[in-house]
C-alpha cells in the first residue's frame, strides 16, 4: 500500500493555502503553483504584476486564471527558447481551448454568482483546481512541441 498523494490532492492543497492563508487571487494562486510545478523560480516583479489580475481589479474582464497562465506560457516558454511567435501561438490556443472547456475566458461569467458585496471570499477555489489540472497538460504539450 502507498501512501503517495495524487496531483489532483496536491493543487486542491496548495490553492487552499494560498487562497486561504496568504489571501492571493486566482491569477498570483495559479502563476505561483505552476511555477513550482515546472520548477521555475519567479522574480517578485513578476508576482506583483498578478496583484490586479483577477477580473481585471474584480471588473469582471478576463478572468485572472486565464491571466495567470498567460504569464507563466511566456515565462516558461522563454526559459525553454521558444521563438516568440511560437509562445504567440500557444497562448492563442490556449485561450481558444480554455474557453472551450470552461465556456468564457470573462471573470464575471466563469466566478459563481460575480462580485456581490457579500459574496464569501474565493468563490473559485474549485475552479481553479480544474483549471490548473488543465494547464499542466497544456504546458505539459507546450514544452515537449518544437522550438522553432
Known amino acids: 500500500m502507498t501512501n503517495q498523494i495524487s496531483q ?18 486566482c491569477a498570483t494562486t495559479k502563476i505561483k503553483l505552476l511555477s513550482e510545478m515546472f520548477s521555475i523560480n519567479l522574480s517578485e516583479q513578476v508576482i ?16 485572472g486564471l486565464v491571466e495567470g497562465t498567460l504569464m507563466f506560457l511566456g515565462i516558461i516558454g522563454k526559459e525553454y ?26 471573470c464575471s461569467a ?3 454568482e460575480g462580485f456581490k458585496k457579500n ?12 483549471a490548473i489540472e488543465f494547464n499542466i497538460d497544456f504546458v505539459l504539450q507546450f514544452i515537449n512541441t518544437k522550438r522553432y
Open 48 to 63: 506583483s504584476a498578478a496583484i490586479g489580475m483577477h477580473g481585471a481589479g474584480k471588473y469582471g474582464a478576463q478572468c
Open 81 to 106: 527558447s521558444f521563438q516568440e511567435k511560437t509562445i504567440v501561438d500557444h497562448c492563442r490556443e490556449y485561450a481558444k481551448q480554455f474557453e472551450n472547456k470552461f465556456q468564457s475566458l470573462l
Open 8 to 25: 489532483k490532492e496536491i493543487i486542491s492543497e496548495k490553492v487552499k493555502e494560498y487562497y486561504w492563508k496568504y489571501d492571493l487571487n
Open 110 to 112: 466563469l466566478r459563481p
Open 119 to 130: 459574496n464569501p471570499q474565493h468563490l473559485c477555489e474549485n475552479l481553479t483546481c480544474r
